[in-house]
């Protein structure tokens, strides 16, 4: 199961909870060594990732390794990340999914009801972003979806900047998202500038990024000020952070980091190893400069 089918939808633990997958039992009954962490890069992670593992048992690890939050929850699942002492970096506030986002107008009704409901509520729940898409372009221009997102975005400015969250668009590529709009990070920066908050940020997703523009460490020193979330994963296969693929993460954590990032960095890649969490270990180790 890929996020795209998990977006929307917070059955999948629940069904891989009653379905006993196999090796959950060995998730939830490991002990986990608590990572020795520099401090420098806040560390999260997606759940979708590891849909096979029951969430309590997901985040209790995740807080014996060290990591400070997992994200891409919906509502009712906040209070489970609270249990264990961490935050939810990146929470959900609509059902709608990839495909249908802010550049519709027929769309923004509903949209824009469900995150002024939703924003107080992360607020109080102390979660700092809420994802939203632009949705897929449809044979629509590209400049016509940037304006209609912008309208829609720009009505629950206020409301966000009353409250302190920070709604994120994420940057995808538009292969393996097929049609997506928001594929590259000139289109995103130039909505931000176009709403002019500063609680509308940018989802740089580097994954997705390198397989639609490359020059990662360039460009984040460059958007800097745009980007409000980050997320990794290996290229080619969004698989481990390690040798099999062709980004060198160390140099991308430290550019970050120069560049003034104090955000925090989502692990979003998809686990081939059996011990995920291991998987998942060795991969924040290689992010922690």
Not at 62 to 68: I, Q, T
Not at 210 to 219: A, H, K, Y
Request: aromatic share 8%; net charge negative.
């Amino acid at each position: 199961m890929n996020r795209r089918q998990m977006i929307g939808s917070a059955t999948g633990v629940a069904v891989a909870t009653a379905a006993g997958f196999p090796g959950t039992s060995v998730f939830a009954s490991a002990a986990i060594e608590k990572m020795k962490l520099k401090g420098n890069i806040h560390h999260s992670v997606s759940q979708w990732c590891y849909g096979d593992i029951p969430l309590d048992d997901f985040v209790k690890a995740c807080a014996e390794m060290g990591l400070e939050s997992v994200e891409l929850l919906v509502e009712k699942e906040w209070a489970t990340v609270k249990k264990y002492g961490l935050k939810c970096a990146v929470g959900y506030a609509t059902d709608y999914g990839i495909p249908k986002g802010f550049n519709r107008i027929s769309n923004h009704d509903k949209l824009i009801a469900d995150f002024e409901r939703m924003i107080p509520i992360a607020a109080e729940a102390g979660i700092p972003n809420l994802i939203c898409f632009s949705g897929n372009r449809e044979g629509q221009n590209d400049n016509v979806g940037m304006v209609n997102c912008a309208t829609a975005l720009r009505k629950l400015m206020p409301l966000a900047e009353k409250h302190g969250v920070t709604i994120i668009m994420e940057l995808l590529n538009s292969y393996g998202h097929a049609d997506y709009q928001c594929d590259s990070t000139a289109w995103g920066v130039a909505l931000c500038e176009m709403v002019g908050s500063e609680r509308m940020k940018l989802l740089y997703d580097i994954y997705h990024m390198q397989i639609m523009e490359g020059n990662i460490v360039d460009t984040i020193k460059k958007n800097i000020k745009y980007i409000g979330h980050v997320h990794t994963g290996g290229v080619p296969g969004r698989h481990e952070l390690d040798d099999t693929q062709e980004l060198y993460y160390p140099a991308i954590m430290k550019a970050l980091l120069a560049a003034g990032y104090k955000g925090f960095v989502g692990q979003e890649f998809v686990p081939t190893q059996t011990d995920k969490l291991d998987s998942l270990r060795k991969s924040v180790l290689i992010c922690d400069v």
